[in-house]
Protein backbone atom coordinates (compact mmCIF):
# COMPACT_ATOMS: atom_id res chain seq x y z
CA UNK A 1 0.00 0.00 0.00
CA UNK A 2 0.96 3.94 -0.63
CA UNK A 3 -0.13 7.16 0.57
CA UNK A 4 0.28 8.04 -2.91
CA UNK A 5 -1.47 6.11 -5.10
CA UNK A 6 0.49 7.45 -8.04
CA UNK A 7 3.71 5.71 -6.83
CA UNK A 8 1.69 2.88 -6.69
CA UNK A 9 0.22 2.78 -10.14
CA UNK A 10 3.93 3.54 -11.78
CA UNK A 11 5.10 0.00 -10.25
CA UNK A 12 2.00 -2.39 -10.45
CA UNK A 13 -0.55 -2.72 -13.09
CA UNK A 14 -2.96 -5.50 -12.07
CA UNK A 15 -4.01 -6.88 -8.78
CA UNK A 16 -5.25 -10.66 -7.99
CA UNK A 17 -6.05 -11.28 -4.48
CA UNK A 18 -7.91 -13.36 -2.27
CA UNK A 19 -9.59 -12.95 1.52
CA UNK A 20 -9.41 -15.47 4.79
CA UNK A 21 -12.89 -16.21 3.82
CA UNK A 22 -12.22 -17.31 -0.04
CA UNK A 23 -13.22 -14.25 -1.95
CA UNK A 24 -11.42 -13.23 -5.09
CA UNK A 25 -11.00 -9.67 -5.67
CA UNK A 26 -9.18 -8.53 -9.36
CA UNK A 27 -9.05 -5.28 -10.70
CA UNK A 28 -6.66 -3.60 -13.18
CA UNK A 29 -5.20 0.13 -13.40
CA UNK A 30 -6.00 1.75 -16.78
CA UNK A 31 -4.14 4.62 -18.82
CA UNK A 32 -7.65 5.17 -20.49
CA UNK A 33 -9.14 5.77 -17.68
CA UNK A 34 -7.67 8.88 -16.62
CA UNK A 35 -4.63 6.84 -14.84
CA UNK A 36 -6.83 5.21 -12.67
CA UNK A 37 -7.58 1.97 -11.17
CA UNK A 38 -11.33 0.88 -12.52
CA UNK A 39 -13.93 -0.48 -9.54
CA UNK A 40 -12.59 -3.79 -9.59
CA UNK A 41 -14.88 -6.94 -9.40
CA UNK A 42 -15.22 -9.50 -5.85
CA UNK A 43 -17.10 -12.86 -6.23
CA UNK A 44 -18.46 -14.64 -2.77
CA UNK A 45 -16.78 -16.69 -0.76
CA UNK A 46 -16.02 -19.74 -3.81
CA UNK A 47 -12.75 -20.78 -3.07
CA UNK A 48 -12.59 -24.30 -2.53
CA UNK A 49 -9.48 -24.42 0.70
CA UNK A 50 -7.42 -27.48 0.20
CA UNK A 51 -8.00 -27.64 -3.98
CA UNK A 52 -6.93 -26.21 -6.44
CA UNK A 53 -8.90 -23.52 -8.14
CA UNK A 54 -9.12 -21.92 -11.51
CA UNK A 55 -9.31 -17.88 -11.56
CA UNK A 56 -9.85 -16.42 -14.44
CA UNK A 57 -10.20 -12.30 -14.78
CA UNK A 58 -11.68 -10.63 -18.32
CA UNK A 59 -11.53 -7.21 -19.40
CA UNK A 60 -12.60 -5.58 -22.53
CA UNK A 61 -15.94 -4.59 -24.59
CA UNK A 62 -18.31 -6.83 -22.02
CA UNK A 63 -16.65 -5.27 -18.95
CA UNK A 64 -14.69 -6.96 -15.97
CA UNK A 65 -15.86 -10.21 -15.27
CA UNK A 66 -14.79 -12.76 -12.87
CA UNK A 67 -14.43 -16.42 -13.75
CA UNK A 68 -13.71 -19.29 -11.11
CA UNK A 69 -13.53 -22.74 -11.70
CA UNK A 70 -15.38 -22.29 -14.92
CA UNK A 71 -18.56 -19.95 -13.24
CA UNK A 72 -18.83 -16.42 -13.66
CA UNK A 73 -19.23 -14.74 -10.09
CA UNK A 74 -18.66 -11.21 -10.55
CA UNK A 75 -19.15 -8.64 -13.69
CA UNK A 76 -18.96 -4.84 -14.10
CA UNK A 77 -20.32 -4.65 -17.55
CA UNK A 78 -19.70 -0.44 -16.89
CA UNK A 79 -15.78 -0.90 -16.48
CA UNK A 80 -14.67 -0.77 -20.55
CA UNK A 81 -11.81 0.46 -20.00
CA UNK A 82 -9.09 -1.54 -21.15
CA UNK A 83 -5.86 -3.04 -20.06
CA UNK A 84 -2.59 -0.09 -20.59
CA UNK A 85 -0.17 -0.11 -22.87
CA UNK A 86 2.45 -0.18 -20.11
CA UNK A 87 0.40 -2.89 -19.04
CA UNK A 88 2.49 -5.82 -17.16
CA UNK A 89 1.84 -8.53 -14.62
CA UNK A 90 3.96 -8.74 -11.89
CA UNK A 91 4.19 -12.50 -10.06
CA UNK A 92 6.03 -12.85 -6.49
CA UNK A 93 9.14 -14.65 -7.02
CA UNK A 94 8.35 -17.09 -4.65
CA UNK A 95 7.15 -20.61 -4.21
CA UNK A 96 3.67 -19.22 -2.31
CA UNK A 97 2.41 -18.77 -5.99
CA UNK A 98 2.52 -22.62 -6.43
CA UNK A 99 0.53 -24.12 -3.60
CA UNK A 100 -2.80 -24.38 -1.77
CA UNK A 101 -3.41 -22.32 1.50
CA UNK A 102 -5.49 -24.47 4.11
CA UNK A 103 -7.83 -22.65 6.23
CA UNK A 104 -8.83 -22.68 9.61
CA UNK A 105 -12.06 -22.34 11.41
CA UNK A 106 -11.33 -18.63 11.74
CA UNK A 107 -10.39 -17.78 8.31
CA UNK A 108 -6.51 -17.84 8.40
CA UNK A 109 -4.17 -19.34 6.45
CA UNK A 110 -2.66 -22.11 8.29
CA UNK A 111 -0.15 -23.68 6.03
CA UNK A 112 0.57 -24.56 2.43
CA UNK A 113 -0.12 -27.78 0.31
CA UNK A 114 2.55 -27.90 -2.53
CA UNK A 115 1.33 -29.24 -5.87
CA UNK A 116 0.86 -32.73 -7.36
CA UNK A 117 4.62 -33.48 -8.12
CA UNK A 118 2.98 -34.82 -11.25
CA UNK A 119 2.29 -31.08 -11.54
CA UNK A 120 5.69 -29.87 -12.22
CA UNK A 121 7.97 -32.54 -14.04
CA UNK A 122 11.52 -31.67 -16.24
CA UNK A 123 12.06 -28.09 -16.65
CA UNK A 124 9.02 -27.33 -14.90
CA UNK A 125 10.34 -28.89 -11.52
CA UNK A 126 13.81 -27.42 -12.15
CA UNK A 127 12.94 -23.96 -12.23
CA UNK A 128 10.55 -24.65 -9.17
CA UNK A 129 13.32 -26.05 -7.46
CA UNK A 130 15.31 -22.83 -8.01
CA UNK A 131 12.23 -20.58 -6.56
CA UNK A 132 12.14 -22.61 -3.42
CA UNK A 133 15.67 -22.58 -2.68
CA UNK A 134 16.13 -18.68 -3.23
CA UNK A 135 15.06 -17.71 0.26
CA UNK A 136 17.21 -19.49 1.37
CA UNK A 137 20.25 -18.70 -0.63
CA UNK A 138 19.01 -14.57 -0.14
CA UNK A 139 19.69 -15.05 3.89
CA UNK A 140 23.39 -16.61 3.37
CA UNK A 141 23.62 -14.00 0.96
CA UNK A 142 23.12 -11.42 3.61
CA UNK A 143 24.70 -13.20 6.23
CA UNK A 144 27.98 -12.67 4.11
CA UNK A 145 27.29 -9.43 3.03
CA UNK A 146 27.29 -8.44 6.76
CA UNK A 147 30.69 -10.93 7.65
CA UNK A 148 32.89 -9.35 4.92
CA UNK A 149 30.76 -5.74 6.01
CA UNK A 150 29.74 -4.81 2.25
CA UNK A 151 27.89 -5.90 -0.62
CA UNK A 152 28.23 -8.69 -2.92
CA UNK A 153 27.27 -7.39 -6.20
CA UNK A 154 27.94 -10.10 -8.43
CA UNK A 155 26.35 -12.53 -6.74
CA UNK A 156 23.56 -10.27 -5.69
CA UNK A 157 22.66 -10.15 -9.72
CA UNK A 158 23.14 -13.47 -9.92
CA UNK A 159 20.46 -14.39 -7.80
CA UNK A 160 18.34 -11.71 -8.43
CA UNK A 161 18.13 -13.07 -12.27
CA UNK A 162 17.93 -16.56 -11.25
CA UNK A 163 14.37 -15.48 -9.32
CA UNK A 164 13.59 -13.15 -11.94
CA UNK A 165 13.90 -15.11 -14.54
CA UNK A 166 12.92 -19.24 -13.16
CA UNK A 167 9.34 -17.13 -12.23
CA UNK A 168 8.67 -16.13 -15.45
CA UNK A 169 9.68 -19.00 -17.45
CA UNK A 170 7.75 -20.89 -15.05
CA UNK A 171 4.82 -19.57 -15.86
CA UNK A 172 5.92 -19.38 -19.72
CA UNK A 173 6.16 -23.49 -19.51
CA UNK A 174 2.61 -23.85 -17.95
CA UNK A 175 0.62 -21.27 -20.73
CA UNK A 176 2.39 -23.60 -22.98
CA UNK A 177 1.67 -26.73 -21.05
CA UNK A 178 4.59 -27.62 -18.82
CA UNK A 179 6.90 -29.55 -21.92
CA UNK A 180 4.97 -29.33 -25.08
CA UNK A 181 7.30 -28.69 -27.86
CA UNK A 182 6.94 -25.01 -28.52
CA UNK A 183 7.57 -23.45 -32.30
CA UNK A 184 11.04 -22.50 -33.09
CA UNK A 185 10.68 -18.83 -32.34
CA UNK A 186 10.26 -19.77 -29.31
CA UNK A 187 14.27 -20.67 -28.34
CA UNK A 188 15.15 -17.78 -26.82
CA UNK A 189 12.94 -18.79 -23.75
CA UNK A 190 13.99 -22.31 -24.18
CA UNK A 191 18.10 -21.39 -23.95
CA UNK A 192 17.47 -19.03 -21.62
CA UNK A 193 15.81 -21.87 -19.03
CA UNK A 194 18.57 -24.03 -19.66
CA UNK A 195 20.76 -21.47 -18.77
CA UNK A 196 19.46 -21.12 -15.69
CA UNK A 197 19.17 -24.21 -14.57
CA UNK A 198 22.91 -24.44 -15.42
CA UNK A 199 23.82 -21.25 -13.45
CA UNK A 200 21.72 -22.09 -10.37
CA UNK A 201 24.32 -24.93 -8.55
CA UNK A 202 27.05 -22.40 -9.74
CA UNK A 203 25.62 -19.91 -7.48
CA UNK A 204 25.76 -22.40 -4.79
CA UNK A 205 29.04 -23.24 -5.34
CA UNK A 206 30.21 -19.99 -5.19
CA UNK A 207 28.30 -18.65 -1.54
CA UNK A 208 29.87 -22.84 -0.08
CA UNK A 209 33.35 -21.37 -1.27
CA UNK A 210 32.69 -17.56 0.47
CA UNK A 211 31.67 -19.49 3.95
CA UNK A 212 34.43 -22.02 3.90
CA UNK A 213 36.89 -19.23 3.02
CA UNK A 214 37.90 -20.60 0.14
CA UNK A 215 37.04 -17.92 -2.06
CA UNK A 216 37.26 -13.71 -1.15
CA UNK A 217 34.63 -11.19 -2.57
CA UNK A 218 35.15 -9.60 -5.80
CA UNK A 219 36.38 -6.13 -6.07
CA UNK A 220 33.63 -3.98 -7.97
CA UNK A 221 33.98 -0.72 -8.83
CA UNK A 222 31.11 2.03 -7.06
CA UNK A 223 29.73 4.76 -8.27
CA UNK A 224 28.10 7.40 -5.76
CA UNK A 225 24.84 8.54 -6.51
CA UNK A 226 25.68 11.83 -5.38
CA UNK A 227 25.21 14.51 -7.33
CA UNK A 228 28.14 17.06 -5.80
CA UNK A 229 30.31 14.14 -6.34
CA UNK A 230 29.87 14.52 -10.61
CA UNK A 231 31.66 16.33 -12.61
CA UNK A 232 31.60 17.00 -16.17
CA UNK A 233 34.65 18.12 -18.91
CA UNK A 234 36.00 16.88 -22.04
CA UNK A 235 32.87 15.15 -23.13
CA UNK A 236 32.47 13.01 -20.29
CA UNK A 237 31.59 12.24 -16.58
CA UNK A 238 33.90 12.30 -13.49
CA UNK A 239 33.37 11.19 -10.30
CA UNK A 240 35.71 12.44 -7.54
CA UNK A 241 38.32 12.93 -10.79
CA UNK A 242 38.00 9.88 -12.62
CA UNK A 243 35.66 9.38 -15.79
CA UNK A 244 32.68 7.24 -15.13
CA UNK A 245 29.87 6.35 -17.31
CA UNK A 246 26.23 5.97 -16.31
CA UNK A 247 23.79 3.05 -17.25
CA UNK A 248 20.49 1.61 -16.08
CA UNK A 249 16.67 1.22 -17.27
CA UNK A 250 13.78 3.96 -17.73
CA UNK A 251 11.88 2.57 -14.55
CA UNK A 252 12.25 1.18 -10.61
CA UNK A 253 11.15 -2.31 -10.98
CA UNK A 254 12.17 -5.97 -12.03
CA UNK A 255 15.88 -6.53 -12.16
CA UNK A 256 16.47 -2.31 -12.12
CA UNK A 257 17.60 -2.21 -8.14
CA UNK A 258 19.57 -5.58 -8.52
CA UNK A 259 21.97 -5.81 -10.83
CA UNK A 260 24.17 -3.09 -10.31
CA UNK A 261 22.71 -0.28 -12.45
CA UNK A 262 23.48 3.58 -11.58
CA UNK A 263 20.64 5.49 -12.90
CA UNK A 264 16.94 5.55 -13.01
CA UNK A 265 14.01 8.04 -13.49
CA UNK A 266 10.17 9.23 -14.15
CA UNK A 267 8.15 11.09 -15.44
CA UNK A 268 5.77 14.45 -14.52
CA UNK A 269 3.68 17.19 -16.03
CA UNK A 270 1.27 19.89 -15.20
CA UNK A 271 -1.55 17.09 -15.93
CA UNK A 272 -0.27 14.90 -12.88
CA UNK A 273 0.49 17.79 -10.73
CA UNK A 274 -2.69 19.81 -10.56
CA UNK A 275 -6.39 18.59 -10.62
CA UNK A 276 -9.11 20.54 -12.63
CA UNK A 277 -7.05 23.24 -13.04
CA UNK A 278 -4.05 25.66 -12.35
CA UNK A 279 -5.41 26.83 -9.01
CA UNK A 280 -5.85 23.96 -7.37
CA UNK A 281 -2.68 22.42 -6.68
CA UNK A 282 -1.99 18.54 -6.36
CA UNK A 283 1.37 17.41 -5.10
CA UNK A 284 3.92 18.77 -3.07
CA UNK A 285 6.46 16.58 -4.56
CA UNK A 286 6.56 14.42 -1.49
CA UNK A 287 5.98 11.20 -4.40
CA UNK A 288 8.77 12.09 -6.59
CA UNK A 289 10.91 12.39 -3.91
CA UNK A 290 10.16 8.67 -2.68
CA UNK A 291 10.88 7.83 -5.53
CA UNK A 292 13.96 8.99 -6.03
CA UNK A 293 15.16 8.41 -2.51
CA UNK A 294 14.02 4.51 -3.51
CA UNK A 295 16.93 5.16 -6.43
CA UNK A 296 19.25 6.37 -3.86
CA UNK A 297 18.84 3.41 -1.70
CA UNK A 298 19.69 1.04 -5.18
CA UNK A 299 22.53 3.69 -5.32
CA UNK A 300 21.88 5.13 -8.58
CA UNK A 301 21.36 8.66 -9.80
CA UNK A 302 17.68 9.98 -10.62
CA UNK A 303 16.31 11.41 -13.80
CA UNK A 304 13.24 13.44 -14.15
CA UNK A 305 11.63 14.07 -17.45
CA UNK A 306 9.05 17.17 -17.81
CA UNK A 307 6.63 15.52 -20.18
CA UNK A 308 4.62 17.84 -22.08
CA UNK A 309 2.60 15.34 -24.61
CA UNK A 310 0.87 13.87 -21.23
CA UNK A 311 -0.72 17.76 -21.58
CA UNK A 312 -3.61 19.03 -19.19
CA UNK A 313 -7.13 18.62 -20.98
CA UNK A 314 -8.09 21.68 -19.28
CA UNK A 315 -6.06 23.98 -20.58
CA UNK A 316 -6.95 23.97 -23.95
CA UNK A 317 -10.29 23.66 -23.01
CA UNK A 318 -10.40 26.78 -21.22
CA UNK A 319 -8.78 28.88 -24.08
CA UNK A 320 -8.94 26.76 -27.59
CA UNK A 321 -6.04 28.94 -29.33
CA UNK A 322 -3.54 27.55 -27.02
CA UNK A 323 -3.62 24.55 -29.10
CA UNK A 324 -1.34 24.66 -31.62
CA UNK A 325 2.27 22.97 -31.68
CA UNK A 326 4.10 19.85 -33.35
CA UNK A 327 4.44 16.05 -31.70
CA UNK A 328 4.75 16.36 -27.79
CA UNK A 329 4.36 19.81 -27.43
CA UNK A 330 0.68 20.43 -28.54
CA UNK A 331 0.09 23.80 -26.56
CA UNK A 332 1.70 27.47 -27.48
CA UNK A 333 4.76 27.42 -25.05
CA UNK A 334 5.29 30.47 -25.61
CA UNK A 335 1.68 32.10 -24.15
CA UNK A 336 2.48 33.93 -20.67
CA UNK A 337 -0.66 31.96 -19.26
CA UNK A 338 1.24 28.66 -20.59
CA UNK A 339 4.30 30.09 -18.89
CA UNK A 340 3.33 30.76 -15.58
CA UNK A 341 1.90 27.17 -15.22
CA UNK A 342 5.51 25.98 -15.99
CA UNK A 343 6.41 28.03 -13.50
CA UNK A 344 4.01 26.63 -10.84
CA UNK A 345 4.65 22.84 -11.57
CA UNK A 346 8.41 23.56 -11.34
CA UNK A 347 7.56 25.17 -7.98
CA UNK A 348 5.71 22.54 -6.81
CA UNK A 349 7.71 19.37 -7.41
CA UNK A 350 11.70 20.72 -7.94
CA UNK A 351 12.31 22.23 -4.53
CA UNK A 352 11.37 18.85 -3.11
CA UNK A 353 13.18 16.88 -5.45
CA UNK A 354 16.62 19.46 -4.69
CA UNK A 355 16.53 17.30 -0.92
CA UNK A 356 17.86 14.37 -2.54
CA UNK A 357 21.44 14.10 -3.39
CA UNK A 358 21.39 11.86 -6.59
CA UNK A 359 18.25 14.12 -8.44
CA UNK A 360 21.19 14.86 -11.23
CA UNK A 361 19.21 14.94 -14.59
CA UNK A 362 16.48 17.04 -15.78
CA UNK A 363 14.77 16.19 -18.91
CA UNK A 364 13.19 19.32 -20.18
CA UNK A 365 11.08 17.79 -23.06
CA UNK A 366 10.38 14.12 -24.50
CA UNK A 367 11.89 14.46 -28.81
CA UNK A 368 11.35 18.20 -28.52
CA UNK A 369 9.25 20.07 -31.56
CA UNK A 370 7.32 23.30 -31.64
CA UNK A 371 6.03 25.20 -34.93
CA UNK A 372 2.75 26.41 -34.53
CA UNK A 373 0.68 29.97 -34.97
CA UNK A 374 0.19 31.24 -31.58
CA UNK A 375 -1.44 34.59 -30.05
CA UNK A 376 1.57 36.97 -30.21
CA UNK A 377 3.42 34.54 -33.01
CA UNK A 378 2.71 37.18 -35.93
CA UNK A 379 3.86 40.68 -34.29
CA UNK A 380 7.01 38.82 -32.91
CA UNK A 381 7.67 37.54 -36.57
CA UNK A 382 7.34 41.28 -37.66
CA UNK A 383 9.78 42.01 -35.03
CA UNK A 384 11.71 39.22 -35.95
CA UNK A 385 11.88 40.24 -39.55
CA UNK A 386 12.44 43.92 -39.26
CA UNK A 387 15.58 43.32 -36.54
CA UNK A 388 17.36 41.26 -39.23
CA UNK A 389 16.65 42.99 -42.51
CA UNK A 390 16.37 46.23 -41.43
CA UNK A 391 13.40 47.62 -43.68
CA UNK A 392 10.21 46.38 -45.65
CA UNK A 393 12.40 46.37 -49.10
CA UNK A 394 15.40 43.98 -47.83
CA UNK A 395 12.47 41.64 -46.79
CA UNK A 396 10.79 42.19 -50.28
CA UNK A 397 14.37 41.44 -52.37
CA UNK A 398 15.18 38.99 -49.86
CA UNK A 399 11.71 37.03 -50.40
CA UNK A 400 10.96 37.99 -53.95
CA UNK A 401 7.42 40.00 -52.49
CA UNK A 402 5.80 42.95 -52.43
CA UNK A 403 5.03 43.90 -49.47
CA UNK A 404 4.12 47.95 -48.93
CA UNK A 405 5.07 47.57 -44.65
CA UNK A 406 5.59 44.92 -42.02
CA UNK A 407 2.32 45.24 -40.90
CA UNK A 408 1.02 43.43 -43.81
CA UNK A 409 3.37 40.44 -43.26
CA UNK A 410 1.36 37.88 -41.25
CA UNK A 411 2.08 34.24 -40.70
CA UNK A 412 3.27 32.31 -43.46
CA UNK A 413 0.53 29.79 -44.27
CA UNK A 414 2.77 26.76 -44.14
CA UNK A 415 2.75 26.93 -39.94
CA UNK A 416 0.57 24.86 -38.73
CA UNK A 417 -2.69 26.12 -37.54
CA UNK A 418 -3.45 23.65 -34.50
CA UNK A 419 -2.24 20.88 -33.70
CA UNK A 420 -0.01 18.47 -35.98
CA UNK A 421 2.03 15.34 -35.26
CA UNK A 422 5.61 15.69 -35.50
CA UNK A 423 5.76 13.85 -39.03
CA UNK A 424 2.97 16.13 -40.59
CA UNK A 425 4.51 19.25 -40.83
CA UNK A 426 3.22 21.48 -43.42
CA UNK A 427 6.30 21.97 -46.10
CA UNK A 428 6.52 24.86 -47.86
CA UNK A 429 4.94 25.51 -51.64
CA UNK A 430 6.36 27.55 -53.84
CA UNK A 431 9.43 29.93 -54.39
CA UNK A 432 8.29 32.90 -51.95
CA UNK A 433 7.06 30.13 -49.26
CA UNK A 434 10.20 28.66 -49.00
CA UNK A 435 12.37 32.12 -49.35
CA UNK A 436 10.10 32.60 -46.10
CA UNK A 437 10.94 29.05 -44.21
CA UNK A 438 14.27 30.13 -44.06
CA UNK A 439 13.33 33.31 -41.92
CA UNK A 440 10.59 31.36 -40.29
CA UNK A 441 12.59 28.44 -38.77
CA UNK A 442 15.03 30.63 -37.64
CA UNK A 443 12.75 32.56 -35.67
CA UNK A 444 10.66 29.44 -34.53
CA UNK A 445 14.07 27.79 -33.26
CA UNK A 446 14.91 30.97 -31.21
CA UNK A 447 11.65 31.23 -29.66
CA UNK A 448 11.62 27.90 -28.62
CA UNK A 449 15.13 28.00 -27.62
CA UNK A 450 14.12 31.04 -25.26
CA UNK A 451 11.83 28.78 -23.84
CA UNK A 452 13.80 25.62 -23.03
CA UNK A 453 17.08 28.68 -21.53
CA UNK A 454 13.40 29.69 -19.06
CA UNK A 455 13.18 26.43 -18.13
CA UNK A 456 16.53 25.64 -17.44
CA UNK A 457 17.27 28.98 -15.65
CA UNK A 458 14.16 27.84 -13.71
CA UNK A 459 15.86 24.41 -12.73
CA UNK A 460 18.95 25.91 -11.88
CA UNK A 461 17.41 28.14 -9.10
CA UNK A 462 15.15 25.52 -7.53
CA UNK A 463 17.35 22.58 -7.81
CA UNK A 464 20.89 23.65 -8.21
CA UNK A 465 23.51 20.97 -9.08
CA UNK A 466 20.87 19.17 -11.23
CA UNK A 467 21.84 19.53 -15.14
CA UNK A 468 19.11 20.14 -18.10
CA UNK A 469 19.15 18.51 -21.49
CA UNK A 470 16.20 17.84 -24.16
CA UNK A 471 15.49 14.51 -25.90
CA UNK A 472 17.04 15.69 -29.20
CA UNK A 473 15.36 13.02 -32.26
CA UNK A 474 18.08 12.86 -35.07
CA UNK A 475 15.67 14.52 -37.73
CA UNK A 476 13.18 16.46 -35.26
CA UNK A 477 15.77 20.15 -36.23
CA UNK A 478 14.99 23.68 -38.01
CA UNK A 479 10.89 22.74 -39.63
CA UNK A 480 9.83 21.30 -36.40
CA UNK A 481 11.62 24.58 -34.53
CA UNK A 482 14.88 22.81 -33.01
CA UNK A 483 18.79 24.13 -33.77
CA UNK A 484 20.11 21.19 -32.24
CA UNK A 485 22.71 23.26 -31.70
CA UNK A 486 22.22 26.02 -30.22
CA UNK A 487 20.12 23.81 -28.30
CA UNK A 488 22.89 22.31 -26.57
CA UNK A 489 24.64 25.06 -26.00
CA UNK A 490 21.45 25.95 -24.36
CA UNK A 491 21.12 23.56 -21.58
CA UNK A 492 23.69 21.83 -19.45
CA UNK A 493 24.42 18.41 -21.35
CA UNK A 494 23.27 17.20 -24.61
CA UNK A 495 20.31 15.08 -25.01
CA UNK A 496 19.65 12.27 -27.56
CA UNK A 497 17.33 9.91 -28.42
CA UNK A 498 19.37 7.84 -31.17
CA UNK A 499 18.65 4.54 -31.81
CA UNK A 500 19.97 1.01 -31.45
CA UNK A 501 17.52 -1.27 -33.02
CA UNK A 502 18.64 -4.43 -33.91
CA UNK A 503 17.22 -5.57 -37.35
CA UNK A 504 18.97 -9.01 -37.77
CA UNK A 505 21.50 -9.14 -41.28
CA UNK A 506 18.93 -9.94 -43.78
CA UNK A 507 15.70 -8.94 -45.37
CA UNK A 508 14.07 -6.00 -45.80
CA UNK A 509 14.07 -2.41 -44.60
CA UNK A 510 11.23 -2.03 -42.44
CA UNK A 511 9.61 0.96 -40.44
CA UNK A 512 11.71 0.16 -37.42
CA UNK A 513 14.64 0.13 -39.26
CA UNK A 514 13.83 3.64 -40.40
CA UNK A 515 13.15 4.52 -36.92
CA UNK A 516 16.50 3.52 -35.92
CA UNK A 517 18.57 5.58 -38.53
CA UNK A 518 18.88 2.35 -41.06
CA UNK A 519 18.73 3.27 -44.74
CA UNK A 520 19.08 0.70 -47.44
CA UNK A 521 22.74 0.77 -47.91
CA UNK A 522 22.44 -0.98 -44.19
CA UNK A 523 21.45 -4.27 -45.91
CA UNK A 524 23.61 -6.48 -44.50
CA UNK A 525 24.41 -4.71 -41.12
CA UNK A 526 22.84 -5.62 -37.77
CA UNK A 527 22.11 -2.25 -36.72
CA UNK A 528 21.63 1.33 -38.68
CA UNK A 529 24.71 2.82 -37.32
CA UNK A 530 25.01 5.37 -39.32
CA UNK A 531 22.60 8.11 -38.71
CA UNK A 532 22.94 7.17 -34.48
CA UNK A 533 26.36 7.94 -34.62
CA UNK A 534 26.47 11.14 -37.05
CA UNK A 535 23.47 12.01 -34.24
CA UNK A 536 26.36 11.66 -31.40
CA UNK A 537 29.20 13.61 -33.56
CA UNK A 538 27.15 16.20 -34.61
CA UNK A 539 25.77 16.91 -30.45
CA UNK A 540 29.83 15.86 -29.55
CA UNK A 541 31.02 18.57 -32.01
CA UNK A 542 29.04 21.41 -31.40
CA UNK A 543 29.59 20.62 -27.24
CA UNK A 544 32.94 19.11 -26.93
CA UNK A 545 32.94 19.75 -23.22
CA UNK A 546 29.30 18.28 -22.14
CA UNK A 547 28.27 14.09 -22.55
CA UNK A 548 25.57 13.53 -24.27
CA UNK A 549 22.80 11.97 -22.39
CA UNK A 550 20.36 9.32 -24.25
CA UNK A 551 17.32 8.56 -21.66
CA UNK A 552 15.34 6.95 -24.20
CA UNK A 553 18.11 4.53 -25.34
CA UNK A 554 16.34 2.44 -27.94
CA UNK A 555 18.12 -1.22 -28.66
CA UNK A 556 15.04 -3.06 -29.34
CA UNK A 557 12.35 -1.84 -31.54
CA UNK A 558 9.20 -0.84 -30.02
CA UNK A 559 6.42 -3.44 -32.55
CA UNK A 560 3.60 -4.95 -30.44
CA UNK A 561 2.38 -7.53 -32.74
CA UNK A 562 3.21 -11.16 -30.60
CA UNK A 563 5.00 -13.68 -33.36
CA UNK A 564 2.70 -17.40 -33.17
CA UNK A 565 1.80 -20.09 -35.14
CA UNK A 566 0.23 -18.27 -37.61
CA UNK A 567 2.55 -15.65 -37.66
CA UNK A 568 5.93 -17.52 -37.39
CA UNK A 569 8.05 -15.28 -39.63
CA UNK A 570 10.64 -12.65 -38.03
CA UNK A 571 10.63 -9.49 -39.53
CA UNK A 572 13.76 -7.29 -39.72
CA UNK A 573 13.89 -5.15 -36.45
CA UNK A 574 10.79 -7.15 -34.80
CA UNK A 575 11.04 -6.82 -31.05
CA UNK A 576 10.41 -10.48 -30.35
CA UNK A 577 13.60 -11.20 -32.57
CA UNK A 578 16.12 -13.29 -30.65
CA UNK A 579 18.77 -10.40 -29.75
CA UNK A 580 22.43 -11.33 -29.27
CA UNK A 581 24.11 -10.52 -26.46
CA UNK A 582 26.65 -8.60 -28.02
CA UNK A 583 24.53 -6.39 -29.97
CA UNK A 584 24.16 -4.50 -26.38
CA UNK A 585 27.44 -4.32 -25.61
CA UNK A 586 28.50 -3.22 -28.98
CA UNK A 587 25.72 -0.57 -29.05
CA UNK A 588 26.93 0.83 -25.61
CA UNK A 589 30.28 0.63 -26.67
CA UNK A 590 30.03 2.45 -29.85
CA UNK A 591 28.25 5.21 -28.90
CA UNK A 592 30.37 5.88 -25.75
CA UNK A 593 33.32 6.24 -28.16
CA UNK A 594 30.78 8.95 -29.94
CA UNK A 595 30.30 10.79 -27.27
CA UNK A 596 27.42 9.16 -24.59
CA UNK A 597 27.56 9.10 -21.26
CA UNK A 598 24.21 8.22 -20.08
CA UNK A 599 22.39 5.04 -21.53
CA UNK A 600 18.70 4.90 -20.05
CA UNK A 601 17.81 1.80 -21.82
CA UNK A 602 14.18 1.92 -23.62
CA UNK A 603 11.95 -0.58 -21.10
CA UNK A 604 8.72 1.20 -20.70
CA UNK A 605 6.19 -0.88 -23.44
CA UNK A 606 6.52 -4.46 -22.86
CA UNK A 607 7.86 -7.44 -24.83
CA UNK A 608 7.89 -10.76 -25.03
CA UNK A 609 11.32 -11.69 -24.06
CA UNK A 610 13.80 -8.46 -24.86
CA UNK A 611 13.13 -6.36 -22.05
CA UNK A 612 14.31 -8.27 -19.50
CA UNK A 613 16.77 -10.35 -21.49
CA UNK A 614 18.26 -6.80 -22.09
Not at 207 to 228: F, M, N, Q, V
Not at 285 to 296: C, E, M, N, Q
Not at 410 to 433: K, L, S
Request: include cysteine; aromatic fraction near 12%; charged fraction near 25%.
Amino acid sequence: EHEDERVAVNLETLRVGVTPDGRVRANHYSWHNRRNWLKGVESGPVVRPLEWNHVRYCWGKAGQRLVINGMEVASRPDQVHNVSWAFDMIFPESPALFAAVELNGAGEAKGAIPPPETFFSGEAAALLAILRDAPELQTRLKALEEKFGRRLPYERSKLAILRHFSCKHLMYLLKHGGETPVPDIYQPEKQDIAWLIAEQPQLQARLEALESGGAEPLTSPRIIADKKRISYENGAFRQDGRPVFLIGTQNLSGLNPEVGFCATGWTFSARWEFCKGPDQLRSSGDAHLAAARKAADNGQFWDELYSFHIRPKWLTAQNAKLKTGLGFIGHDITHPYVRALDRRTFESVLPKLAEAENFLFFDLANEPAFNGVTEFGAKEFREFLESRHGSIAAVNKAWGSSFGGFEEIGIPPFVNRGWRAHNRQTRPAGEIEQRQYVDWSEYNCLRVNDFFAQLTDWCHELSPGTLTYTKIVAGYWPDCGIDPVMNVRTTDLSGSDAWWVYQGTSGPVGASDEMSGSIKVDRGYSVGWQVSLMHYDMMRSARPDAPIVNAEDHQFADGFSPLSEKRPEVPSGHWDMPIPDRHFFSGQWQQAIHGKGLSLIWMHWPRHNVCDRA
